[in-house]
T-cell receptor, first 111, second 111 residues
Framework: RKEVEQDPGPFNVPEGATVAFNCTYS??????FFWYRQDCRKEPKLLMS???SGNEDGRFTAQLNRASQYISLLIRDSKLSDSATYLC????????????FGSGTRLLVRP | DGGITQSPKYLFRKEGQNVTLSCEQN?????MYWYRQDPGQGLRLIYY???????QKGDIAEGYSVSREKKESFPLTVTSAQKNPTAFYLC??????????FGQGTRLTVV
């Protein structure tokens, strides 16, 4: 089993749709979680950190479910500019600096 | 400006040659990482370093070497032993239990 798993997609949605991605992780001791966005042929950039209580940033909401060992990202009112690959990142805490990246979920928002 | 810089942006290597990719950061981060990304694929960890003069192999270290003589610098050498080096190489840095910041990447092509 991979340490961090994501549905590769692609998710193909119309503008204005709500879309959700899940990411599962295998190490129950993991403490830090992040969502990154990667545009084609560019470096990943931090979208948001994921806190135990959940957090929201505009149209984006991230949640953590420790019992089931997954994190989620919800995007409301999708824009064309949201088209990208979304990477789930976990710090497994077996080594405090080693970040584990999922393979990413590709989102395509169509007009 | 604080950030992480990779150079060169594009690099061409003849078969049998060693090449070195540069990565410098001025964020005062302890940890630095090298990832490889193939087209349509996720990030795979090559090497990472938590402190100066120390580094650990990631999932695909064969054919690569690194050094960490200074906190700011973490160069990656792609050796002739790496049989399929054409890829997008990303360097990142992070503080303790925090998100990673990426350089803009180096595209390496074997000619």
């Amino acid at each position: 089993r991979k340490e961090v798993e994501q549905d590769p997609g692609p998710f193909n949605v119309p503008e204005g749709a709500t879309v959700a991605f899940n990411c599962t992780y295998s190490n129950s001791a993991s403490q830090s979680f992040f969502w990154y966005r990667q545009d084609c042929r560019k470096e990943p950039k931090l979208l948001m950190s994921v806190y135990s209580s959940g957090n929201e940033d505009g149209r984006f909401t991230a949640q953590l479910n420790r019992a089931s060992q997954y994190i989620s990202l919800l995007i409301r009112d999708s824009k064309l500019s949201d088209s990208a690959t979304y990477l789930c990142v976990v710090n497994p805490m077996d080594s405090s600096y080693k970040l584990i990246f999922g393979s990413g979920t590709r989102l395509l928002v169509r007009p | 400006d604080g950030g992480i810089t990779q150079s060169p942006k594009y690099l061409f290597r003849k078969e049998g040659q060693n090449v070195t990719l540069s990565c410098e950061q001025n964020l005062n981060h302890d940890a630095m990482y090298w990832y490889r990304q193939d087209p349509g694929q996720g990030l795979r960890l090559i090497y990472y370093s938590q402190i100066v003069n120390d580094f650990q192999k990631g999932d695909i270290a064969e054919g690569y070497s690194v050094s960490r003589e200074k906190k700011e610098s973490f160069p990656l050498t792609v050796t002739s032993a790496q049989k399929n080096p054409t890829a997008f190489y990303l360097c990142a840095s992070s503080g303790s239990n925090t998100e990673a910041f990426f350089g803009q990447g180096t595209r390496l092509t074997v000619v």
